[in-house]
């Protein structure tokens, strides 16, 4: 059965998860905010699939009609090459690849154009394969989560999206608006909150550190299942931004032993190789412990998971096709692959 998240087993005696009320604070605007749809569950798997591939289109029809109808030369080895570049794999993952397809259509004396679509198929694969990662919830209560970002990766959107999968799979959520910076960024959080009936912890003046350790003891004291930190977009070159990030990663740390359990990056799929630049610079801040990749839909680039998996392999638990609910969904590489040259 599809499992949108994989969780630890819970005792029959466990008390139910709170029902934790709206905050009742008014949202000012409601920022570009996509309609609350209903939720895909087991039955929908293929409609995923179908989404995922016309999101990832762009990208895999560059790389597909390669081979049609081709023959196996340096030409399209060369085209192959141009493709995967494009598709910002970057020159390490994409040399990787060429150089292990070259070898494979040698070694099983592959004759065809399909063969080799098939064998680079498979080499995808295994590259991207250790990205991948099951999202558990369920080993601590609350599970802490930070988010972070560069500026408008996806970061509230994500959060609201997950709070409701969550809620779909009867996880108590409660969010903190840790983003006291970018106008109308609490607000943002609020509309997602009010939506679902999720309390949303938030200051009028903004310390982020001071709101998420608030969100920390309220998620303990409350019993709930999952506490989500927005935190405000920054650039990695931002240095006493990324030292602010730091501090509420260590605040909320003090907050409750070993938290934040997740420490994760929202990355932009439209961003091409500075993604790279982006996780080696978030993890070496952060020491994350996933990506979800975004906007994947509508992007010829994405390649870059290629360029991750080699660089600097950080799981990647969900990507993001599109701006509706079910649109966000775990990343499962065979899927990621099919989708891209199937
Ligand atoms: N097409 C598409 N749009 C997305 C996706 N995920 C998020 N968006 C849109 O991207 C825009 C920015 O999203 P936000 O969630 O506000 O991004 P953010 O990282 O919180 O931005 P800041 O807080 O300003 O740093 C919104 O319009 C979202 O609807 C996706 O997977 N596909
Ligand atoms: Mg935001």
New binding site residues.
Partial sequence: MFSFFKKKPVAPEAPAAPVVAPTPIAPAAA????DLLPIEEPAQKQSWMSRLKA?LSKTSNNLSILFVGAKIDDDLYDELEAALLMADAGVDATTYLLDALKRKVKEDKLLDAAAVKTALKQLLLELLQPLERPFELGRHTPTVMMIS????????????KLAKHMQTHGQSVLLAAG?TF?AA?RE?LMVWGQRNNITVISQASGDPAAVSFDAVQSGKAKGVDVVMV?T???LPTQLHLMEELKKVQRVIGKGMDGAPHETLL?I??NTGQNALAQVKAFDDALKLTGLVI?????TAKGGVLAAIARARPVPVYFI????KIE??QPFVAAEFVEALLG
Avoid at 149 to 160: E, F, Q, R, S
């Fill in positions: 920022p570009d905010l996509p999101g970002g560069v500026n408008g990766a996806g970061k509230t959107t994500t959060i609201g983003d970018r960024a943002q927005d405000a977009g920054r929202v932009d799929g975004t906007k994947l839909d509508g993001g096709v599109g701006e649109d966000l």
